[in-house]
């Protein structure tokens, strides 16, 4: 066997095995998406059969763009990836910082932070909405009924009686609301993440050129002049690499959102995928196709970052 | 390594006791679940026994019974295990050649590899469960999982072993071709020994994807091969009376896999940013 042929041969089983898992389903949501395929109908049974005779052209496509869901759904992701990451990105930068020094317990610590990003995504969520956040019975709950409490006490106060009747009653919040679900999974997903981003930042804050520090601090830069100027642009890169695997991550959320609201208030491409795919597999693979040109669009920056580092 | 050395008194004490209660509010809500799972059902919502209560382990002797824990526990650990093995056993060899017999389309390959990672797995839901369903018969087996789960990781255990296959120096693995020793036995005599570290940190980073992975588990499966991820859903509902054994259960979930976590911190880096951040 030449040098050349066996290389190949060692990785044709991988190449192949992933070249069927991508163009296989991908293909058949691309055709499902250029034709009129539903469930159930009683009244033209011959669209629950995928035919080449139902063509339907873009009209799955125009018909995705007009449902109101559609737009929500892209509004809504921007809102939850966006909050997520400019929480975890601030927070990481912090904490990374605040731990990159010698202080007892640092190993105990590490091994806190970074236990959430450990917790599988279904007991995230079930632990948030009704442990935590849950209006009555959770931590919030808990905790608002409690304040409550202590200030109707304190309003029999003498003298300072009158400043507590001042005080409102507090109301607790219900997370599973339309107005508030958006909010529950970006809170549990931050939670998270953001040991990720620490994570990333501090491997990173260990490689950066301690000597230039000695230096600005010789010539009398303070602390917070050297963040800006040595720190942040060395953590450049992992910043961008840290946004950019989180939009991959958090654009296809699904089980946080399903389980906080089943979907109300609270929708993203994957979701309203899941709700089309009960009856409408037209416009559930138009859907995915437009998931997929967003996913790529952010995947060719992460891929060029990515492959700068490659060969080096 | 760059660890911030303090120029004040103040700093040194100060700044080691904010970092501490940070990583304790971060760690909190785990605590809390395992807290919780202590509680009997009654307890757990009487703001009364917030913190004084008497420990029970009813919520887990139960679990079996409530939950049918077990039955999905083993399916979580067959389907991860083996899903694991089989990247491994496909990835190696793929990553050996690329790192030791690059061509010229080794990055791009790679770089596909990659990409395909990042498709949104609902793009291709209904096709998946068509295919499986109707087509090949496979819904909720433990094969298809297992499948599903080595074929969504394998770009990732692809790169992680050619990153640390990478690190060694290639002569070594020359010695081993001038010897006459076949391919086959320079990777399970050469290679295999020299990079069991970094093989199996891949392997303990893809079995705490697997365990955790939420998507593909919960929608191609029914009773069969449903995992934990699985049971832990079917259970959302606002049970407010059942706290306690809630909490027991999900405890019981993600403890091992937050465990295993804890060993892989250093290679969770190197395996979520392709060895792009080192």
Known sequence: MSKRTLPRILQTPAVILLLIWMLVPLSMTLYFSFIRYVLNSNIRPEWTTPALSNWRGFGNYAYVLKAKDFIFAIQNSVLIVGSILVITVVLGLAIAVLINRNFPGRGIVRVLLISPFFVMPAVNAVLWINMILDPVLGLQGIAVGGINNLVDGLRDFPVLGWFFNLWPTLEPISFRATQTSAYAVIMMVAWQWTPFAVLIFMTSLQSEDESQKEAATLDGASPWSQFINLTVPHLARPIAIVVMIQSIFHLSLYAEIEIVSRGNGNKNLPYLIGEFTSNNIGAASATGIFAVILANIIAIFLLRMVGKSLMD | ?278
């Open chain 2, 1 to 278: 390594m760059a660890a911030v050395t303090e120029r004040s008194n103040f700093g040194k004490i100060a700044w080691p006791i904010v970092a501490w209660i940070v990583a304790l509010i971060f760690f909190f809500p785990i605590f809390w679940l395992v807290f919780t799972s202590f509680k009997t059902d009654a307890d757990a919502v009487k703001p009364e026994h917030l913190f004084r209560f008497t420990p029970t382990l009813e919520n887990y002797t139960n679990m079996t019974q409530n939950y049918d824990y077990w039955r999905f526990a083993i399916n979580s650990v067959i389907t991860s295990t083996f899903a694991t093995l089989f990247a491994l056993f496909v990835g190696v060899p793929a990553a050996y050649a690329m790192a030791f017999n690059p061509s010229r389309h080794t990055k791009d390959i790679l770089m596909w590899m990659l990409s395909t990672k990042m498709l949104p797995a609902a793009a291709v839901l209904y096709p998946m469960t068509f295919l499986t369903k109707n087509f090949l018969g496979i819904f909720d087996t433990h094969f298809l999982v297992i499948v599903v789960l080595c074929l969504i990781n394998l770009p990732i255990v692809i790169w992680m072993l050619f990153t640390y296959f990478k690190e060694i120096p290639k002569e070594i693995i020359e010695a081993g071709k001038m010897d006459g020793v076949s391919t086959w036995g320079e990777i399970k005599d050469i290679l295999i020994p020299l990079a069991w570290g970094g093989i199996a940190s891949t392997a303990l980073l893809t079995f705490i994807f697997c365990w955790n992975e939420a998507y593909w588990t919960v929608r191609l499966t029914t009773i069969d091969a449903a995992t934990l991820s699985k049971l832990i859903e079917g259970n959302r509902a606002p049970e407010g009376l059942f706290f306690g054994r809630l909490s027991a259960v999900s405890t019981a979930a993600i403890a091992p896999i937050v465990i295993l976590g804890w060993f892989c911190q250093k290679q969770l880096v190197q395996g979520l940013t392709f060895g792009a951040v080192k």
